[in-house]
T-cell receptor, first 115, second 113 residues
């Protein structure tokens, strides 16, 4: 399977705990994105990498959130001191640098439940 | 914050009928994309229309774009039960940020057999 993969698919954690999600993009894609989606809403942009550089962050990404893409391949999204409001689906997407190629390819998502 | 607004929020039709979903947005765009999401799954890219295009077709899909009205529509012809999903429009704009997509709230489409 050469699509975007995310791990884990589901995560249940208690409030105050830290969680980390992983995303493996399509291998030749050098752009990687994180989005958050709550029930009944469309995805909201969190952050974007081009290779290993984090080029854009949303105001939604509070200081409890950190994302990395250390070697320009896979990425991790960490949430510290989770709150119930963090419960959502976290989606990763990747795309190609080719000019005019604006389509993004999404992974299946990680559903986070904070109890 | 969401830029796009889809209309209707929910649509239920009989198999074989056509389904039309509308999207409005607020800022200037480079392109507008439509995605499909099956329940609890990731999004699948359907079609992209650039700001200088007015209509585009892909199989049973037809997308229109009216930049003067800042609106787009997605038409699915001869609907099938497998088309049941949520459909989102997403805009790409340099103003919004170099590469991010801004999604609407989606239309939940149900095709009844």
């Amino acid at each position: 399977d050469t699509g975007v993969s995310q791990d884990p698919r589901h995560k249940i954690t208690k409030r105050g705990q830290n969680v980390t999600f992983r995303c493996d993009p399509i291998s030749e894609h050098n752009r990687l994105y994180w989005y958050r989606q709550t029930l009944g809403q469309g995805p909201e942009f969190l952050t974007y990498f081009q290779n290993e550089a984090q080029l854009e962050k949303s105001r939604l990404l509070s200081d409890r959130f950190s994302a990395e893409r250390p070697k320009g391949s896979f990425s991790t999204l960490e949430i510290q001191r989770t709150e119930q409001g963090d419960s959502a689906m976290y989606l990763c997407a990747s795309s190609s640098l080719d000019r005019g190629s604006y389509e993004q390819y999404f992974g299946p998502g990680t559903r986070l439940t904070v109890t | 914050s969401q830029q796009g607004e889809e209309d209707p929020q929910a649509l239920s039709i009989q198999e074989g009928e056509n389904a039309t979903m509308n999207c409005s947005y607020k800022t200037s765009i480079n392109n507008l994309q439509w995605y499909r999401q099956n329940s609890g799954r990731g999004l699948v890219h359907l079609i992209l229309i650039r700001s200088n295009e007015r209509e585009k077709h892909s199989g049973r899909l037809r997308v229109t774009l009216d930049t003067s009205k800042k609106s787009s529509s997605l038409l699915i012809t001869a609907s099938r039960a497998a088309d049941t999903a949520s459909y989102f429009c997403a805009t790409h704009s340099i103003i919004q940020g170099a590469q991010k997509l801004v999604f609407g709230q989606g239309t939940r489409l149900t095709i009844n057999p």
